[in-house]
């Protein structure tokens, strides 16, 4: 059989949900032990060229990481990259999954993000067979693609691939699909299955043809309805656990009547309503051994043994009196007790460090240290994504320090248009910023880079956008150029790229 992926790669980019410190939080979070990240077994199925899995493995350089994927062209660029950045903790092994067995060991995490629904049905009951691999109390990341929510789409999915069948190279079949996209979405249809169509067309537009043609046109994309997978995952041993996106598998984040209908039918039974309702096309499930029971209650007690950060943000200070108002991704929400309002304001000062509970009590002041109210609102918050739970207290620092030091990973790909931070998120640097991830290397003040830049900018090697006019003397460009280094360092530091100095 040809490698689909050898003329069109996955393209890299980082998969947040698959980080191995929320996997550790979800699971604990119901009570099951999951293994320490930091010093993990890992196997990762269908790694493409790897950027996934290095990003983690520079992260976590105790614990061990296995790449495996069907695909030799895609696993050699993954192992190239491995040597260029010299990391000895990870290796890429080109196999089909279906080969793992016994003598591969027992892995603490199984991640397989985007292989389940791209691939036969049998491989896919291969991966979930890989419950087999999974230590004790481990757990196992499966991403795949839900109905109802592709119901629409897979009618979109069959026109693109009927449309394209007679073109052969990949990305002229994405520049047809794309054409033919555009072209049905001018005509305004009403039929029921081209309501999403001009969402799909500006997904045509934003995303890379590599993630297109995989998710388009790709022969396997089986999306299943969210009980059969997990029928299916229990067939091989597995126990549903949560999803990375906790608070869209709790009834209550739908509102009183949804929660009053949906609750007693439990986590698996609410599924395809949730779904139903939350127009959810996308699953990230965790699974354990099928012995592993998951404890639903949420005690507020086990908050105690957590990490936070702020997932939110605020217009102002919190009022003395009343609730104080705040922002999240997931709607607006309010904190109306003393503790709460200074346990958050606590969390946004730090973001993005995540301190831990006692951390956060201990910077309350004494009067406001009530533990039972602060465990209430961590829980509160947790379940809403306001706050995001931790286990692993991670190198990231908010506070830049004397000497900036960008994280390792990061700086090694200082050359790339975007790089890896320490929140596993990509970050888009221009220029500048390129040349800032290079210098920063915890051995250089910001007045040192600044007048580093001062000399190349008046030597005419590099262009400064300034802020108003062009000072006109040395002095001037120097103050200007101090105050724009630190004012990048701090967003450097609010994206999780810095660490603490040495
Ligand atoms: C859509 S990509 C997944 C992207 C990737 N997980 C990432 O981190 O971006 C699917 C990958 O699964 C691999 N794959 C497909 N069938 C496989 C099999 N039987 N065994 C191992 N890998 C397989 C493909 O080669 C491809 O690289």
Redesign the pocket.
């Known amino acids: 059989m040809t490698d689909p992926?050898a003329d069109m790669p996955?393209p890299d980019?980082l998969?947040e949900g698959t980080h191995l410190d929320g996997l550790a939080a979800r699971a604990r979070l119901h009570g099951v032990d999951a293994p320490d990240p930091e010093t993990a077994r890992v196997l990762a199925?269908?790694?493409?060229r790897g950027a996934?899995l290095l990003a983690l493995a520079a992260a976590f350089p105790k614990a061990t990481f296995v790449g495996?994927?069907?695909?030799e062209a895609?696993v050699g660029e993954a192992d190239a990259m491995r040597r260029e950045l010299g990391l000895s903790n990870i290796r890429f092994v080109a196999?089909?999954?279906?080969t793992i067995d016994a003598s591969w060991g027992d892995f603490d995490y199984i991640i397989a993000?985007?292989?389940f629904s791209?691939?036969p049905p049998e491989?896919a009951d291969a991966l979930l067979g890989l419950s087999a691999r999974l230590t004790a109390t481990g757990v196992m990341y499966v991403s795949y693609n839900v109905f109802p929510g592709w119901s629409d789409r897979i009618v979109i999915r069959e026109l693109l691939l009927r449309h394209t069948a007679s073109i052969e190279a990949p990305r002229d079949r994405i520049a047809q699909a794309r054409e033919l996209l555009r072209f049905l979405a001018s005509q305004k249809p009403r039929a029921a299955w081209a309501h999403d169509l001009d969402a799909i067309v500006a997904e045509f537009d934003e995303h890379e043809d590599g993630y297109l043609f995989?998710e388009w046109l790709e022969t396997f994309n089986h999306p299943l309805w969210f009980e059969d997978f997990v029928a299916r995952a229990a067939a091989a041993g597995l126990a549903y656990l949560t999803d990375v996106q906790l608070p869209r598998s709790l009834p209550a984040n739908y509102g009183p009547d949804v929660e009053s209908v949906l609750e007693p039918l439990g986590p698996v039974g609410a599924g395809r309503y949730l779904d139903f309702l939350g127009d959810r096309r996308f699953r990230q499930s965790l699974l354990v051994r099928a012995e592993v029971k998951p404890d639903r209650t949420f005690d507020p007690e086990r908050m105690r043994a957590f990490r936070f950060s702020a997932r939110f943000t605020a217009s102002g200070p919190p009022p003395a009196d009343g609730a104080w108002e705040l922002q999240s991704p997931s709607g607006g929400f309010s904190a109306g007790t003393p503790t709460s309002k200074l346990a958050l304001l606590h969390l946004l000062r730090v973001c993005p460090e995540r301190p831990s509970f006692d951390e956060i009590l201990g910077a309350l002041p004494e009067a406001q240290r009530d533990p039972i109210d602060l465990v209430q609102t961590l829980l509160a918050c947790v379940m809403r994504d306001w706050v995001g739970l931790h286990v692993w207290k991670s190198p990231i620092s908010a506070s830049a320090g004397a000497r900036p030091r960008v994280w390792g990973l990061a700086r090694q790909l200082a050359d790339r248009e975007s790089v890896p931070s320490l929140l596993h998120q990509n970050v888009r640097i221009g220029a500048l910023g390129r040349l800032f991830l290079r210098e920063l290397d915890g051995r250089t003040t910001v007045p040192e880079l600044a007048a580093r830049l001062v000399a190349l900018e008046e030597s005419g090697s590099l262009q400064v956008g300034w802020p108003g006019a062009r000072p006109s003397d040395h002095d001037g460009r120097l103050r200007v150029l101090t105050d724009l280094v630190q004012d990048r360092v701090d967003s450097l530091a609010r994206l999780g790229l810095l660490v603490a100095s040495r």
Request: charged residues 10%.
């Open positions: 992926y996955y980019a998969h199925i269908g790694t493409a996934n495996v994927d069907l695909s895609q196999a089909d999954l279906t993000h985007g292989v791209w691939v491989v995989h």
